[in-house]
């Protein structure tokens, strides 16, 4: 743990500032002095200072690249105006803190909208960034111009090429045999779809390194899951690993203490661990106390869903694996599903796409929609002490939840996606439902949903650092 968090706080002093708060929080910030010169009074020359407006656009889905009206803007993307180019992303997990943005700045709007102000005229670079997408050009604006921003500068990148200002994260996917999740990133050019919508290897695909876990195998692949999880330095050169729903392939590997202690070890590093329902035991044995799963026989009869909380002793930070759930639920369809973060649901609600079940196109209500293919039910979240901050105060964590529905059109309606932190800087996402069963072109709500949290969980870290 020392080791991991030594890292941590060693890209901290070097991390760039991907997702940083802006400045004065308006999304029209002014210039910082120290960079940009002071702000004339009425005695000095005046300068008609120019502005900068665009919309931030999703990988692989900005005008032109989909149908349209199923084009996908980004929300909370951060912008920023520079003399030089930012520090650059690492290549490995890093820590980062939140803190305020100097200079000309701004964060898009739920509809992706941004302006950024009072940008003394010159010569500039121009860096959007959400996680670890980030973009950078040269731009140049004159005295009182207003720079209506083509979409060709303000599309987040799907190709990892930083020589030409373009970052994607480091992916590790565990193939899922039964949720494709790697369609997704497909459709966000991380590689490509087909015609049906089902991923193929294609430009970005370099991005990603693929670990047999019961599902399809793709050129290059890097191993077992299984193999991945024992060696916690592999583990760390991904900003990102993906445990897509699979069987029981692999989970011997939670058995071994060292495994459960590499995976706590990487999210407290920084590292971004993305769970989808029946792989959940590589969330609920490792971090047990933060959601409880309803225990069922998963269609097959037999063990217990859930890990209970008493599985982990955080004082001598072992298992007791003979309490471990395998989290193999139930399926059901949730037909009243609905979005109860706030800035999820201003980004979803009125999107345009196709829709989960008859395969025509809709414009979404994000009040009301369908999610496919759950395989367990959330009956609980629970804050957590995860340690104690600089004067000895404690700290909990209460997990976020995004999406609710029910069983069919059931209430009560319990979490389907939740996200928390354990002590560090990383995040744990789980998700009780996946990709559509069928294949198909395009986005669905529930797909979108992913792809905002494959952005979002990324972002920096507020609060303390617990080391």
Not at 64 to 72: C, F, L, Q, R, T
Not at 82 to 93: G, H, L
Not at 327 to 343: F, I, K, L, Q
Not at 452 to 465: D, F, Q, R, V
């Amino acid at each position: 743990m020392k080791n991991a968090l030594s890292l941590c706080l060693m890209f901290l002093l070097s991390a760039c500032t991907a997702g940083m708060r802006p400045g004065g929080g308006s999304g029209d910030a002014g210039p910082d002095a120290s960079i940009w010169g002071p702000n004339p009074d009425a005695s000095g020359p005046r300068i008609d200072y120019a502005t900068v407006r665009g919309t931030v656009w999703a990988p692989g889905n900005a005008p032109g690249m989909v149908e349209a009206g199923h084009e996908i803007p980004i929300f909370g993307a951060l912008i920023r105006i520079t003399p030089a180019r930012v520090r650059a992303i690492p290549d490995r997990v890093y820590c980062e803190s939140c803190e305020d943005v100097a200079g000309p700045n701004a964060t898009s709007g739920h509809d992706g909208t941004f302006q950024v102000g009072s940008i003394v005229p010159g010569n500039y670079w121009l860096t959007i960034e959400k996680g670890q997408f980030r973009i950078e050009r040269e731009i140049s604006v004159g005295e009182g111009e207003t720079l209506d921003l083509a979409a060709t500068l303000t599309t987040l990148p799907s190709v990892h090429d930083p020589a030409r200002g373009q970052t994607v994260p480091s992916i590790a996917i565990g193939t899922g045999n039964y949720d494709q999740l790697e369609d997704v990133l497909g459709k966000m050019g991380v590689g490509a779809v087909d015609g049906s919508g089902d991923y193929t290897l294609g430009t970005g695909s370099d991005r990603i390194h693929w670990y047999g876990n019961g599902g399809d195998s793709y050129s290059g692949e890097m191993g077992s899951l299984g193999s991945l999880v024992r060696d916690l330095n592999r583990m760390m050169n991904y900003h990102i690993i993906f445990i897509p729903c699979s069987g029981d392939d692999n989970v011997d590997a939670l058995q071994d203490q060292a495994v459960l202690r590499n995976i706590r070890e990487y999210v407290a590093a920084g590292g971004k661990l993305y769970v989808t329902d029946w792989s959940g035991e590589w969330m609920d044995n490792v971090f047990p106390a933060f959601v409880d799963l309803e225990n069922s026989d998963g269609g097959f009869g037999g063990g217990s869903t859930d890990t209970p909380a008493s599985a982990y002793d955080a004082t001598a930070n072992t298992w007791n694996t003979s309490q471990f759930g395998d989290a193999d639920g139930d399926a059901y369809t949730s037909h009243n599903a609905e979005v109860v973060d706030p800035d999820l649901f201003e980004w979803l609600d009125g999107q345009t796409g196709p829709t989960a079940e008859s395969g025509g196109v809709m414009s979404y209500d994000a009040s009301l929609f369908t999610v496919v293919d759950s395989w367990n039910t959330i009956t609980g979240l629970n804050r957590i002490q995860v340690g104690f901050d600089a004067e000895g105060l404690p700290v909990t964590d209460m997990p976020v939840g995004y999406v609710i529905g029910g069983h069919g059109t059931e209430t009560p309606k319990r979490p389907l996606t939740v996200t928390f932190e354990p002590a560090g800087c990383g995040r744990v996402l789980f998700s009780t439902y996946h990709t559509t069963g069928t294949s198909h072109v395009g986005l669905v709500p529930q797909e979108r949903i992913l792809l905002y949290l494959i952005m979002e969980i990324g972002i920096c870290k507020t609060g303390p650092i617990l080391i």
